[in-house]
């Protein structure tokens, strides 16, 4: 699923690069797609549009889950504790739906989407439970 929606974007966006830094093996994770699929593009928009240079996401193994990180490099965020409320753009008028949407889609999916200042690079990251592991509930959807 992940890599389907990553070239997905690249036929949007050109060239969206993703370091992969799983293990080997196919890691299952517990999540809705078509959700996962709408935040996962609003990230790589909001960081192509701002530097489509350097704009990167890390994907790699963690304890029990997969980490996505969205690397914005030599950027930053004026008012971090906006960016997830309504309407809160650093862009202009008519913009800051996504990341409050993507931010409701994270909470219901718990997926622990997160913004954080690294230095001079803005990173969002959210978390994917792997099949198996304790934060999985029975009921989900395999990407």
């Not at 929606?5 to 370091?19: E, I, K, M």
């Amino acid at each position: 699923l992940l890599e389907e929606s990553f070239a997905q974007l690249r036929a949007t966006h050109g060239n969206v690069t993703v370091r992969w830094g799983l293990g080997a093996g196919e890691t299952v994770a517990v999540t809705e797609p078509t959700l996962l699929k709408m935040l996962l593009a609003n990230l790589v928009n909001n960081g192509m549009e701002a530097n489509a240079e350097g704009f990167h996401v890390e994907v790699k193994d963690a304890p029990g889950e997969v980490l996505v990180e969205c690397v914005t490099p030599a950027r930053t965020i004026t008012h971090p504790g906006r960016i997830f409320r309504l309407n809160y753009s650093e862009r202009g008028e008519g913009r800051g739906y996504g990341l409050f949407l993507g931010h409701l889609i994270s909470d219901y999916l718990d997926l622990g989407l997160r913004f954080e200042q690294r230095d001079a690079d803005v990173v969002f990251s959210l978390r994917l439970p792997v099949r198996g592991s304790d934060p999985e509930r029975s009921g989900d959807m395999l990407a």
